[in-house]
Antibody
Framework: QVRLQESGPGLVKPSETLSLTCSVS??????????YNWVRRPAGKGLEWIGR???????LYHPSVQRRATMSIDTSKNQFSLRLTSVTAADTAVYFC????????????WGPGIPVTVSS | SYDLTQPPSVSVSPGHTATITCSGD??????VSWLQQKPGRSPVVVIY???KRPSGIPERFSGSNSGNTATLTITGTQTLDEADYFC?????????FGGGTKLTVL
């Protein structure tokens, strides 16, 4: 059973950079069976897909964050990460890491989520 | 960007059938997943590929997708089904979620 766990700061100042890491356990990290995604949910709003990275390092981002988001992957540590620059209060949300199972292309595993607040 | 539209809320009595819709241009030409999220919990997929149930999801959950509308149906709704439900699709490999529907069972 694949397990995911987000880590990172819970509070980030406006205009600074948010950095989150997702640790993956339970196997399959480099088998090519999944894409690795970040999704967020602001309070009172719906889910927002941020982007995804494949084990080979190729990335795809939602247009709304494309200029500010960077995802990376470290297969030796079974981790993937998100950096979001120039954050504002609109980036306040619970951030989830999640895997998309291939080839079925659906979200099959999620981390518990980490709340992030952007405030001075 | 591609938009998926859901009703903000749906109410159903226990034991009855709940229907949640998701609308988007030519949505029937792509696969749709449905995710359930309860307060303080991570989302869980209940339907993928329009109508398939992952292992462990009860048979009362079913889905369909045709034309511009995908539908999640919960037959014999239980109080534990009360949650937010999101449809999800891929638009040229970009993830898209519907705005979500709050299902109230009362």
């Amino acid at each position: 059973q694949v397990r995911l766990q987000e880590s990172g700061p819970g509070l980030v100042k406006p205009s600074e950079t948010l950095s989150l890491t997702c640790s993956v356990s339970g196997g399959g990290f480099t088998s090519g069976e999944s894409y690795y995604n970040w999704v967020r949910r602001p309070a009172g709003k719906g889910l927002e897909w941020i982007g995804r990275i494949y084990s080979g390092g190729s990335t795809l981002y939602h247009p709304s964050v494309q200029r500010r988001a960077t995802m990376s992957i470290d297969t030796s540590k079974n981790q993937f990460s998100l950096r979001l620059t120039s954050v504002t209060a609109a980036d306040t949300a619970v951030y989830f890491c999640a895997t998309v199972r291939l080839p079925e292309d659906y979200f099959d595993n999620w981390g518990p989520g980490i709340p992030v607040t952007v405030s001075s | 960007s591609y938009d998926l539209t859901q009703p903000p809320s749906v109410s159903v009595s226990p034991g009855h059938t709940a229907t949640i819709t998701c609308s988007g241009d030519a949505l029937g030409e792509t696969y749709v997943s449905w995710l359930q999220q309860k307060p303080g919990r991570s989302p869980v997929v209940v339907i993928y590929h329009d109508s398939k149930r992952p292992s462990g999801i009860p048979e009362r959950f079913s889905g369909s997708n045709s034309g511009n509308t995908a539908t999640l149906t919960i037959t014999g709704t239980q109080t534990l089904d009360e949650a937010d439900y999101f449809c999800q699709a891929w638009d040229v490999s970009t993830g898209v979620f519907g705005g979500g529907t709050k299902l109230t069972v009362l």
